[in-house]
């Protein structure tokens, strides 16, 4: 069956402290994928599953992520929002295509080893398998584009070639799963922790005083960008040695909208203080609107439970004909001429 023109599919964990290298690099790209084609949005709770959690925090953390992304922006009109899983096509789709996935391919992932390194005492095994099922979340709903920041780009090679796996193996090379295409924004695709420039900013890794969150207080903005670390020179330039200016560059390019070549341009009489104060305001500035919001929208989780009730509806819709197709194609199941006669 035939899709709209451009699909857009992404996913987010339910951490809650979500980071703003998690907002440039991501959620400002699903906001403006509503205006560019069907965005679908999956928040994937099974995906926290892979590492120590806690069922409650769980449950809080999906509400505070869900209101999250509708204070920045997602419209429930115009976008499909939904709890991975309420769909349960996903899990389904995951073990289908492990049929077409290399064990080995798996194991080399850079995210299962550096978990997995990092989680020594229990190493689950659906951390091997995160992979399968984020090529699942997006396979499902043939989607074109998977908006993301630079550190899933391993996930989405993985993803296409799966998915070209498939239609090679079942489908005699027609795509039956649309084979996707990775997009990262131009500036911002991996914002850096600001203690630690040489380090993506992240909620588990990082620093606590290097990681700006999306609900911080402009207070404690102002306090982290004012505070990172940079080099012992005096330009706000890029370049050698100067991970952390630059990583300050590349934050005002993207709250602003501009490149970083502008950033450095404007910018170049400015000593060290100046401009960590002028990019401390901008994200205060940014990120202001999303705090203000959220707090009303997570007040309500009721009304947090109708928009993802109704987002998984939609979602159902649109994977269970893909689940359809797969299950035909792989032989599970009654064939479709039966099923359909008796
Ligand atoms: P998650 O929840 O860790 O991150 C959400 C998004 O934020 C981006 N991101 C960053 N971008 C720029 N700079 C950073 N420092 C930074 N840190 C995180 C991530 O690239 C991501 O786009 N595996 C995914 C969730 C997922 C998914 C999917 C994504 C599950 N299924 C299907 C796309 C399609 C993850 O853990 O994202």
């Known amino acids: 069956m035939a899709g709209p023109a451009l699909r857009i599919f992404s996913g987010i964990q339910p951490t809650g402290r979500k980071h703003l290298g998690n907002h440039i690099g991501a959620i400002a790209q699903y906001v403006t994928s509503q205006e560019r084609g069907e965005g679908i949005f999956c928040i994937v709770d099974l995906h926290a599953l892979t590492v120590a959690y806690d069922p409650a925090e769980l449950r809080e953390r999906l509400y505070d992520t869900t209101a999250i992304l509708l204070a920045a922006g997602l419209d429930p009109a115009r976008c499909i929002l939904f709890r991975q899983s309420d769909v349960r096509e996903h899990t389904e789709l995951t073990w289908l295509l492990s ?92 914002i850096m922790d600001l203690q630690d420039p040489t380090r993506k900013m992240s909620t588990t890794g990082a620093s606590e005083q290097g990681t700006v969150y999306v609900l911080d207080e402009p207070k404690a903005i102002e306090k982290k960008v004012k505070s990172a670390v940079t080099d012992s020179g005096s330009a706000v330039r890029r370049g050698d040695g100067k991970e952390g200016i630059a990583n300050l560059i590349e934050i005002l390019a993207a709250v602003r909208g501009i490149g970083p070549a502008e950033v450095e341009e404007s910018s170049a009489s400015m000593r060290y203080g100046e401009f960590k104060a002028l990019v401390a305001e901008a994200v205060v500035e940014y990120l202001a609107p999303v705090r203000e919001r959220y707090t009303e ?24 004909g893909t689940l359809a197709d797969v299950r035909e194609l792989m032989g599970v199941g009654a064939p479709s001429a039966i099923a359909t006669s008796v």
């Open 297 to 320: 929208l997570r007040e309500d989780e009721r009304g947090l439970e109708a928009v993802l009730g109704q987002g998984a509806e939609r979602a159902r819709a649109i994977a269970s």
């Open 99 to 190: 049929s077409v996935t290399e064990l080995g391919r798996l194991e080399r992932m850079h995210q299962f080893r550096d978990k997995s390194d990092a989680q020594r005492r229990m190493v689950r095994a659906g951390l091997l398998f995160y992979p399968v099922l984020m090529a699942a979340d997006v396979l499902a709903y043939r989607a074109h584009e998977v908006p993301v920041g630079e550190d899933q780009r391993e996930h989405v090679e993985l993803m296409r070639d799966v998915a070209d796996n498939f239609n090679r193996r079942f489908a005699g090379g027609e795509e039956v799963l649309v084979v996707p295409e990775l997009r990262m924004p131009e500036v911002g695709a991996r």
